[in-house]
């Protein structure tokens, strides 16, 4: 699973309230990323919480994991968050965001971007939207936090760098980011 994740904190500070996680769980690859209200310790301890509300509950539907993440996390700030499901045997992926989390679909020179709801995992949100697509060898998911631009480019990134999860999250952060708040880049490639 080739997984590239780049953070960090406002002012360099040591606390992020924006974090990623990844999973693989038998042929399905699960991927979130949350961006805790706000910035600092309380932040961070947010999108941690709603992080772990995925890992424990990893085998069920996108929408169940909102459900419980929004119930759980009900005494912290709340969370901005995304969740990929990919199926690694049909290629299918399934995605949903609440919050101004940006999820990116990075196929042949072609960018999706994909859907958000409205709301915040925490205080409660509408119109969960579920989005399928099918995804190929070679594509990327790129999930970013709002401290990253609203409107990134690859175009200029060399082949050798977008095949490099790691180095392309790194790059996307040093080029793409806001410096008045947190941010995270979780980049996927799918083999």
Do not use: P
């Amino acid at each position: 699973m080739q997984v590239g994740i780049a953070k960090q904190a406002l002012h360099c500070a040591t606390h992020n309230g924006d974090q990623c996680g990844y999973w693989r769980v038998n042929d399905k690859i699960i991927l979130c990323i949350a961006d805790g209200l706000g910035h600092g310790e309380q932040a961070e301890i947010a999108a941690l919480a709603a992080i772990g509300c995925v890992a424990i509950n990893v085998d069920r539907s996108i929408s169940e994991i909102f459900e419980f993440a929004n119930e759980k996390i009900r005494r912290t700030r709340g969370v901005a968050m995304a969740i990929v499901v990919i199926d690694e045997l049909s290629g299918c992926l399934e995605y949903a965001a609440v919050g101004n989390i940006r999820g990116l679909l990075q196929r042949r020179q072609k960018m999706l971007r994909l859907s958000n709801g409205y709301g915040i995992i925490g205080a409660g949100y509408k119109n969960l939207i579920i989005e399928n697509h099918v995804i190929e060898s070679g594509d990327l998911i790129i999930l970013v936090t709002d401290g990253i631009r609203e409107m990134i480019s690859l175009e200029k990134y060399e082949s050798d760098l977008l095949g490099d999860v790691h180095k392309l999250s790194q790059q996307i952060l040093r080029d793409w980011r806001h410096s008045r708040d947190d941010a995270a880049v979780l980049v996927f490639k799918m083999e």
